[in-house]
C-alpha cells in the first residue's frame, strides 16, 4: 500500500486478528505482541494495523492504496 494519509482519520470499522507480527518495525513495542492485532478502516480507505496487548499499544502508520 501507498500514500499518505491527510487527514484525521476517525476509524468506520475494526476488525480483530490474532497477532502475526511487529507492525511497525522502526518504533516495535515488544510489550504489545502476542495477543492481537486490530485492523483499523478509515471511510477514506487508508487502514492502519496496531497491536495490542494489555495496555501496551504499538501503532503502524495509516497506508492508503493510490
Do not use: L, Q
Not at 518504533?27 to 502476542?34: A, F
Not at 483499523?40 to 487502514?47: D, H, I, L, N, Q
Amino acid at each position: 500500500m501507498t500514500g499518505k494519509h491527510r487527514h484525521i482519520a476517525i476509524p468506520s470499522k475494526t476488525k480483530t486478528v490474532p497477532f502475526s507480527g511487529c507492525v511497525s518495525p522502526d518504533r516495535c513495542v515488544p510489550g504489545s505482541h502476542d495477543n492481537v492485532t486490530v485492523h483499523e478502516y478509515c471511510s477514506c480507505g487508508a487502514v492502519r494495523k496496531t497491536n495490542v496487548n494489555g495496555s501496551f499499544r504499538e501503532h503502524g502508520e495509516w497506508k492508503k492504496n493510490g
